[in-house]
């Protein structure tokens, strides 16, 4: 009995509640006792369920940490990147040199187009892309109910939400 998870512990307590309801309120000696020991099973496996919370919360600090430290590393790399490619773009460009090639390895230069804006103002109208983005305020929503304001398609939810400390 004691190797119920907190699902079969619920239907458990449910079925226990039915007898209770069937039996017009009276509760035995046998029903009680095992109403307090569902209970029981039931704080002893959220009490378990809760270090388990807690310990994955401590992981996740822990990884987002490492996360933090592997992302810093990545743009490291990737600015000691730009700088080699720059050094030998440079490098190529000033000795006219537009192709290396050893047995392991080609280095060139490839061509590619791109527009420069110099001035956003100046470009004519036929050029420009309308683009509008809406996002829903739920402060202001949520703030306007609570003064008694109807905001149809909206309502305010009451959740209860579990805190693991």
């Not at 730009?82 to 230069?109: C, G, H, W």
């Not at 004519?124 to 829903?136: C, D």
């Not at 739920?138 to 693991?164: D, F, P, T, W």
Request: glycine share 4%; proline share 2%.
């Amino acid at each position: 009995m004691s190797n119920l998870n907190i699902y079969q512990i619920e239907q458990e307590y449910l079925n226990l509640a039915n007898q209770l309801i069937e039996s017009g309120g009276e509760c035995s000696p046998e029903l009680e006792l095992q109403l307090t020991i569902n209970q029981e099973q039931l704080e002893q496996k959220a009490r378990g369920y809760g270090f388990v919370v807690k310990q994955m919360e401590n992981d996740i600090s822990i990884i987002d940490a490492e996360i933090k430290r592997l992302g810093e590393l990545k743009k490291s790399r990737l600015k000691t990147i730009d700088r080699l490619e720059t050094t030998v773009s440079n490098a190529m460009q000033l000795y006219q040199i537009e192709k290396l090639e050893t047995p392991t390895l080609k280095i060139s230069f490839r061509k590619s187009e791109s527009i420069e804006i110099d001035n956003e103002a100046d470009i004519p109208a036929q050029f420009l892309k309308e683009k509008v983005t809406y996002t829903i305020d739920k402060i202001a929503i949520k703030e306007a109910i609570k003064k008694g304001e109807v905001v149809i398609g909206a309502r305010l939810q009451q959740n209860k939400n579990i805190q693991i400390k």
